[in-house]
């Protein structure tokens, strides 16, 4: 079955290349560690063929959302203000159960300073994949 796992993390906490400060963040020595450890987590999902593709996302910044408001669609620009956690990035997922998606999501960093959410992808018709 394939997975969608969605990433929500805070850029300052993950100094994130556009936040160059880093106020409240993790220690370089902290953030190395969490690096090493995802860095495996992805290298063990690669050789096990369980990820099939991620990607991360551009600043929360750049983000534009399109809405019908009045009849009219409408295009804003950036995330909501309050929102601490912003979509950082995604992981395509294939395993066996959803035990094994699960157990990688828990295994990611994020989990611990942000969110990791999981879905399964269905296809088209609304069958489960």
Do not use: C
Not at 27 to 39: D, I, M, V, Y
Not at 75 to 91: R, S, V
Not at 103 to 127: C, H, K, N, T
């Amino acid at each position: 079955m394939k997975y969608l796992l969605l990433i929500y993390a805070n850029p300052t906490t993950w100094a994130h290349p556009i936040y160059l400060y880093n106020q409240d963040g993790l220690t370089p020595e902290k953030r190395s560690a969490l690096l090493a450890q995802g860095n495996g987590l992805l290298e063990e999902i690669r050789e096990s063929g369980e990820l099939l593709t991620a990607g991360p996302l551009a600043d929360p910044s750049t983000t534009k959302t399109t809405r019908l408001v009045d009849d009219e669609l409408r295009t804003m620009d950036g995330p909501y203000a309050e929102a601490k956690e912003q979509l950082a990035g995604y992981f395509v997922l294939e395993t066996e159960t959803e035990e094994r998606a699960m157990e990688i999501a828990q295994r990611f960093p994020d989990a611990r300073y942000g969110a990791v959410e999981l879905r399964p992808i269905m296809d088209l018709s609304g069958q489960e994949m």
